[in-house]
């Protein structure tokens, strides 16, 4: 018998706050990351995380490793998530979308959080426009853990 001899698979997380929070709130409802990773290896820690929180992410739809095209192109063409592409990259902050637009993408696309993750940004600027403008539309945050990781849930009415 050669139970205990031979290795076992496994998989082990790093604590993850903010997707453990998420997991424990009810319902259903799709998660947003920011900013937008296109490198796989960064793209990683929005999987991982979607491993302990389970809600579906957006960024296969833009992540060109992970789509042949055609998902991209349909966020694209949504000015309200192609905020949160823009808001992510270099160059001048994209004006805000208005809240009924953020609104829209929970009754029509299901998407129900926003997450601002700390690291990832090409400038801290980046980041901060984008606190600033999801504090603006969306008010103060429902979730804000000790790894600096933000989260708004996005208005169903």
Do not use: C, N
Not at 130 to 142: H, K, S, V
């Amino acid at each position: 018998h050669a139970a205990g001899r031979l290795p076992t698979a496994g998989l082990g997380l790093p604590p993850r706050p903010m997707a453990a929070a998420l997991a424990a709130l009810p319902g259903p409802g799709a998660v947003i990351d920011l900013p937008v990773q296109r490198d796989p290896a960064r793209h990683l820690r929005y999987q991982t995380g979607q491993l302990v929180h389970e809600r579906p992410i957006l960024f296969h739809h833009v992540a060109d490793f992970l789509d042949d095209g055609a998902g991209r192109a349909l966020v694209l063409e949504d000015s309200t998530l192609r905020w949160f592409v823009q808001v992510s990259l270099s160059g001048s902050p994209p004006e805000a979308p208005e809240t009924d637009a953020l609104r829209s993408l929970r009754t029509k696309d299901a998407f129900r959080f926003v997450v601002v993750h700390p690291q990832g940004w090409e400038r801290r600027a980046r980041r901060d426009a984008a606190l600033a403008a999801l504090r603006d539309r969306l008010g103060p945050p429902m979730l804000e853990t000790s790894d600096g990781r933000i989260a708004w849930e996005l208005p169903d009415r």
